[in-house]
């Protein structure tokens, strides 16, 4: 896994394959592990990169900080890619990471050809309800758990119980204060009326039993794009689609890429 | 509408959630460290696991007295978060329909305590259902 230094700070990354690039973003309390049941069908025909985000996975912290704000999410993904000397890349977000993309979308378009939007909004549930009383500042006694129980309760039906229970405990690995800085980012997260600025093609995804980033919050958000938009919700499926059903996921993505172009030169 | 009326708590619903606790090994996990008394209310009814070297006992009505911590909320909160086919502790709390009562900085830290109360809960009201 190489690095690459991005105003001082060491983002950790995975990169295979050539092609129109694609770079994956992982959601909340998750690194680029999320993805490793969907790369594999990109790398033929594609440049593909598989980011952590600042104080996620093996990547170090953004000046020294978890991050909390999506558009500071944003501006690092613009800058890895320029780091990189990539772009425009299709970028394939999941969650908290759908905002980021939106986002990036807006602050850096000479960045991003399309987005793939799974199970994200530009206006998370909680910004729209708030958070009951003083909940976030509870939550800090116990982050870790909190997270293992949402994400536990957020995956659909297709899975056994023990490989639920395995996908939920993957958010333990991430430090506690960095899973409070992804839910101050989440929770905070409200351009929802700019996204009519928002040009580039959008395929959004959203899994039926999704009670955090509803297949509702996720349509709406896709009839606020100013652009072209799709919209698939997955049955019986939760908030990880790329861990819940891979198989599905994958060829969706690829045929989206093809209907709007994004393909090798050979390939048109 | 079950024989059980319009009651989310009662008598045969605490035999129900003792024995789906008592067969968890999640939960077992959970209690390992853990002892005390857990309430649950809602305005009419109330509940309570009390959590001991020998197991769990449920009952319902709550006994007089002190608790660790809890949950509060209406009969329909208590229904949502034990039938809603999207319901979870989580998502219960974070709409605000369920309150941390008791100890509160104490359930969070005993936040994988509670869920495996609730999702006993879930199961066993599913098992009555069936």
Request: net charge negative.
């Amino acid at each position: 896994m190489p690095y690459a230094m991005v105003d001082g700070c060491r983002i950790a990354y995975d990169r295979e394959g050539s092609g129109p690039p694609v770079l994956f973003l992982h959601g909340a309390a998750q690194d680029g592990t999320v993805w490793r049941e969907v790369v594999g069908g990109f790398t033929g025909g594609y440049d593909v990169i598989v980011m952590d985000h600042p104080g996620h996975g093996k990547s170090a912290l953004w000046q020294g900080e978890p991050m909390a704000d999506v558009s500071v999410f944003a501006h690092v993904v613009g800058r890895f890619l320029q780091e990189l000397g990539v772009g425009p890349a299709a970028l394939v977000a999941h969650s908290l990471s759908g905002a980021v993309a939106l986002r990036a979308a807006l602050d850096v378009p000479e960045l991003v050809s399309a987005v793939v939007n799974i199970a994200g909004s530009a206006r998370s549930a909680e910004a729209a309800i708030g958070y009951p009383g003083d909940l976030l500042d509870l939550v800090q006694v116990n982050p870790t758990d909190w997270m293992v129980t949402n994400f536990r309760s957020l995956i659909g039906t297709q899975l056994s119980e023990e490989r639920r229970w395995e996908l939920a405990y993957d958010s333990k690995r991430v430090p506690p204060e960095v899973i409070m800085g992804d839910l101050h980012a989440y929770t905070s997260c409200t351009f929802y009326e700019e996204l009519g600025g928002v040009s580039v093609p959008v395929l959004n995804v959203a899994g039926e039993h999704d009670w955090s980033c509803s297949p509702e919050r996720v349509r709406s958000t896709a009839q606020a794009l100013g652009g072209p938009h799709e919209l698939v919700v997955f049955d019986g499926v939760g908030h990880l689609p790329q861990l819940e059903v891979p198989e599905q996921l994958t060829p969706l993505i690829r045929a989206f890429f093809a209907r709007i172009g994004h393909v090798a030169e050979e390939s048109r | 509408m079950s024989s059980e009326g319009d009651a989310v708590f009662g008598p045969r619903w605490a035999q129900r959630l003792e024995r789906a606790l008592a067969a968890d090994a999640r939960y077992r996990v959970q209690t390992r460290w853990f002892r005390g008394v857990v309430r649950l209310d809602s305005p009419q009814e109330s509940a309570q696991i009390e959590v001991g070297e020998e197991g769990s006992r449920v009952r319902s009505p709550a006994a007089a007295g002190s608790f660790a911590f809890g949950l509060s909320g209406p009969a329909q909160s208590w229904r949502e978060l034990f039938e809603g086919p999207r319901a979870s502790l989580n998502s219960s709390v974070r709409r605000g329909d369920l309150v941390l009562t008791g100890d509160r900085a104490a359930l969070l830290k005993w936040w994988l305590l509670m869920y495996q109360i609730a999702e006993a809960a879930r199961r066993a009201a599913s098992e009555r259902q069936a």
